[in-house]
């Protein structure tokens, strides 16, 4: 499948939804989806105790039919109900509803997991946390992929459940509270008391990336926010997120989402003057 047809469908999907949404209640969309299941499964119920974990349903158009408390929190809903029938677009902006849509349809299209996904965002406290999400295929009685099911942690959650997380604990917060610094992977093992190697081996643990990637996803993610909310110019915004300059910053922002800086802007400013 070509990067053109991923990017493509979110936007198509989000005016479909919104279609259907006039011709079905939410109580009969997530009712018919749980018929096709076979019923609901009693299993969701063992993610309302996990902690630091949330849980979602979503059908073949990536429209809400069941999410946990926690997930519900997440997303600012008191309950399941405010949440069946509506999907990323109604909670997230357009740039990162695109991107979980985009995974949503590959598991769907594909019908294999995806696993150990991570994600930079906000939590319910406003704060930039780090999310690793699962996702799998949802299949009828008959085989047929309906939808996507998928399990969140973050890390603020997992912190408190995993002591060895207590390890990185202050890296982690570090890197939250400096990433618009250049910091180097040697400063972080240092105030670790930790080797270069130790520090590495111990973030693939719990986020499956190295030390210097989980550096760049944040400062990207950063910068992204930035692209939309301030009017710096490109080489601005890469020196004020720490990339040594415009070129680096480019080359790094388009590895990570698909799209040089400038285009990145001028999509999502233009999605957000359309609303």
Sequence with gaps: MSRSTLTATPSR???STKADAKTISPQQLQAEFFRQMGGRQQFQFLFEDLPGVSFFVKDRQSRMICASRAFCAHLGAQSEAELIGKTDYDFFPPYAADHF???DQQVIQTGQPMIGRVELWYNEQQILDWFVTNKLPVRSTTGEVIGVMGAVRSYEGQRRAMQ???QID????YIRQHHTERITVDELAERACLSPRQLHRKFREVFG???QDFLI?????AASDALLQSDQNIAQIAARFGFCDQ???TQLFRKHTG???LKFRRRYMTASDAK
């Design 247 to 249: 070129s680096a910053f």
């Design 13 to 15: 999907r989000a005016a």
């Design 217 to 221: 996803k944040t400062r990207i993610q």
């Design 164 to 166: 060895p997380m207590s």
């Design 170 to 173: 202050s890296t982690v917060n």
């Design 209 to 211: 990336l190295s030390v």
């Design 259 to 261: 799209m040089t800086p």
């Design 101 to 103: 849509v985009r995974d």
